[in-house]
C-alpha cells in the first residue's frame, strides 16, 4: 500500500511526459494486482468456502434467489443436504435445477419417501389438522413427480464427508441431512450434543452440516463446529427468508455463516393456493397472520 501511496504522489511530477505517465499506469496496476491475489501479505491464509444448502421443499423460487446470491459471492462449491420435495408446487423443477447446475444432492426424508413410496407416518408435534395436511401434500408430490425424477432421488446417498488439504493441515467436513444416524432425528440448538460431539472426535471430523428442522443454528466447541444451515423453501424462522449456509475453512480454524435471502413469498403462496396443495403451507409462509391470505 505504501508504494501505491508514493506513486500517487509521484503522477504529478509524470504528468509532462507520456513515457512516464505509461510507466507509473503499468506499474500501479501491476501493484494493485499483487495485492488483490494477495501477494504483497506475508502469511495471507488459504481459505475454501463452501455453500450448503437444504429443505428446498419444492420452492423453485426459492432455490434461484439462493443460486444467485451464492454465484454473486464467488462461492462455486454448492451442497446439498436434501429434501427437495413436497409442500409447494415445483418439485420436478426443484430436482432438475439442482440436476442441471451438477449440485451433489443428499437424500432428505421427504425424498426417500417420495422415491420408495413410502408411508407417511404422523408425527408426534402434528396435530390433527396439520397431519391431515401432510398426508395429502405428500400423496399429491407421489402422484406428481415423475419417474425419472423418483429414480434420481432414490440413487442419492445418506451423507458426504469432504476431506480438504489447506496449506499443510487437512479439514473434514460432514454433510447430514438430519442426524449422524438416522434421517428423521431433530437436533436442535439447545439439545444435548455430547454424543454427537464424540461422534465427531472419533471420525476427526471438524464440522458437521445438518438440516431438517428448518432452524438454522451455528455451535463452536474446542476443534469442532455444528452447523444446521436451515431451510431454503419453508423455512420456520420469523421472517421466513430463504435459508442457507457458507462453511468456512482455513488452517487456524474453521467457521460459518447464516445467510438469509429474500424471495417473492407471496408469489410462492398464491401459486400454493391456486395448487392442489393443502392451503396450509401457503399460510405457513405468513406466521404474523391468522387466516388464509386468498
Not at 3 to 17: K, Q, R, T, W, Y
Not at 42 to 59: E, P, R
Not at 72 to 80: D, E, N, P, S, Y
Not at 142 to 168: C, Q, R, V
Request: glycine share 6%; proline share 4%.
Amino acid at each position: 500500500m505504501v508504494l501505491v501511496l508514493v506513486l500517487i504522489i509521484l503522477l504529478p511530477i509524470f504528468e509532462s511526459d507520456s513515457f512516464l505517465i505509461g510507466l507509473w499506469m503499468i506499474t500501479t496496476i501491476k501493484i494493485l494486482g499483487s495485492f488483490k491475489r494477495g501477494k504483497l501479505f506475508k502469511g495471507q491464509k488459504d481459505m475454501i468456502q463452501v455453500a450448503i444448502i437444504s429443505d428446498i421443499h419444492g420452492n423453485v423460487t426459492a432455490l434461484e434467489e439462493v443460486l444467485k446470491d451464492i454465484r454473486k459471492r464467488g462461492i462455486t462449491q454448492i451442497f446439498c443436504l436434501g429434501d427437495l420435495v413436497d409442500f409447494a408446487p415445483w418439485g420436478n423443477e426443484v430436482i432438475e435445477l439442482i440436476q442441471q447446475n451438477g449440485i451433489p444432492c443428499l437424500m432428505g426424508n421427504h425424498d426417500q419417501r417420495i422415491a420408495f413410496n413410502e408411508p407417511v407416518i404422523p408425527l408426534p408435534h402434528h396435530n390433527n389438522i396439520e397431519t391431515a395436511h401432510r398426508i395429502a401434500a405428500i400423496n399429491l408430490s407421489k402422484k406428481h413427480i415423475t419417474d425419472d425424477n423418483k429414480n434420481w432421488l432414490a440413487s442419492l446417498p445418506y451423507n458426504f464427508e469432504l476431506t480438504y488439504k489447506i496449506g499443510k493441515i487437512k479439514r473434514k467436513i460432514l454433510l447430514v441431512h438430519a442426524g449422524i444416524d438416522s434421517n428423521d432425528e431433530y437436533i436442535y440448538e439447545p439439545d444435548q450434543k455430547e454424543m454427537i460431539l464424540e461422534n465427531m472426535r472419533e471420525r476427526s471430523i471438524d464440522v458437521l452440516v445438518m438440516g431438517h428442522t428448518h432452524l438454522s443454528y451455528i455451535q463452536a466447541y474446542p476443534n469442532r463446529l455444528l452447523v444446521n444451515c436451515g431451510s431454503v423453501g419453508r423455512s420456520r424462522e420469523q421472517h421466513r427468508m430463504a435459508t442457507y449456509g457458507i462453511v468456512m475453512l482455513d488452517e487456524e480454524k474453521s467457521n460459518a455463516e447464516i445467510i438469509k435471502v429474500e424471495y417473492d413469498i407471496q408469489n410462492v403462496a398464491t401459486a400454493i393456493y391456486n395448487s392442489d396443495i393443502p392451503d396450509f403451507y401457503g399460510d405457513f409462509l405468513f406466521p404474523q397472520q391468522t387466516k388464509t391470505l386468498h
